[in-house]
């Protein structure tokens, strides 16, 4: 959900930060799950966004602000939610290139019995998400099948109910996140500390 440009999900303590620090913000969109293959898309995207830091933002700067360059060994990533869980994701691969990592309630146990089986019946719903406001189970599969086959990167809170909806009947990490079902350590980012991936120095 969101985008690299939509206002609610900006955190304005980071453009604080970055004027304080004369940092630069790159902020990468990408596609925005559900998709065909799950998180497996947004990750590859990630990863290619990474490389292209390394490969070409140096001549993006020299055309568009000449004069101006960039560390990238003094790196921070940051991110909240979805992009908490994305950012953790790339830190995870890159460990030793990423100065800090300053995540906000990220999605870091994909197969919380939340995500998987849905909440008890003794408990709030998602996100306290008005109960009359929660699509049926029905209507969330058929939002996650249409939404699947378009490609988005940009998005409001349109989405919000309809991914609440499939947390609430358990189906948000199999039609979600593995939709293929393949089980793979490189989704969870708790399996991969567990099979010894580093995380940065800082967080």
């Not at 959900?1 to 955190?11: E, H, I, K, V």
């Not at 940051?78 to 999605?107: K, N, R």
């Not at 719903?125 to 378009?150: C, F, H, N, S, Y």
């Amino acid at each position: 959900m969101g985008s690299s440009l939509f206002a609610p999900f900006f955190s304005l303590w980071l453009a604080d930060l970055a004027v304080k620090n004369r940092a630069i913000i790159i902020s990468a969109d990408y596609r925005l799950l559900p998709t065909l293959r799950g998180a497996i898309d947004p990750l590859q995207d990630l990863e290619d966004f990474w490389q292209w830091t390394r490969k070409d933002l140096d001549a993006v700067l020299e055309r568009r602000a000449p004069g101006h360059s960039v560390d990238l060994g003094k790196l921070m990533i940051t991110g909240g939610s979805a992009g908490g869980y994305f950012g953790l994701q790339v830190a995870l691969s890159h460990p030793d290139e990423v100065s800090v990592l300053a995540i906000q309630y990220p999605y870091v146990d994909v197969k919380d019995k939340v995500f998987t089986e849905g909440p008890g019946e003794n408990d709030p719903t998602v996100l306290r998400w008005p109960k009359e406001q929660i699509p049926e189970e029905g209507e969330g599969l058929e939002w996650v099948e249409d939404a699947r086959m378009k490609m988005v990167s940009k998005a409001g809170f349109e989405r919000s109910a309809f991914n609440i909806s499939l947390c609430t009947y358990g189906q948000f990490y199999s039609k979600v996140v593995d939709p293929l079902g393949l089980d793979v350590v490189e989704l969870e980012p708790l399996r991969r500390i567990e099979a010894g991936a580093k995380l940065p120095k800082k967080m």
